[in-house]
């Protein structure tokens, strides 16, 4: 039950930063979705565990890591593309 949970909370966070951090990475859906379960693992793991827990999530480093996430993707993205 836990692994609906995780996969839920974050997909929203990864939903919510995109919108956030109004970037543009491809497959959007998709894209947001991956970079908000890894960035909000990497924000979890990285800053520790403070605030409200929500499906396995610490929702304030988890937004943390997941819109630095979809920043550095869109990064990357632009960079790639620029040539």
Known sequence: MIFWGI???GGFIG???GL???E???NVRIGN?????IGAWFGNMSLG???PVTGGYYILPAL???????ILVSWI????NDS
């Open 20 to 22: 956030l951090a109004d």
């Open 24 to 26: 543009a990475i491809p």
């Open 64 to 70: 943390i890591g997941a819109v630095a996430m979809c």
């Open 49 to 51: 565990e403070f605030g």
């Open 15 to 17: 939903w919510f930063s």
């Open 33 to 37: 979705f991956l970079a908000g379960l």
């Open 77 to 80: 993205m632009y960079m790639t």
């Open 7 to 9: 996969l839920f909370v």
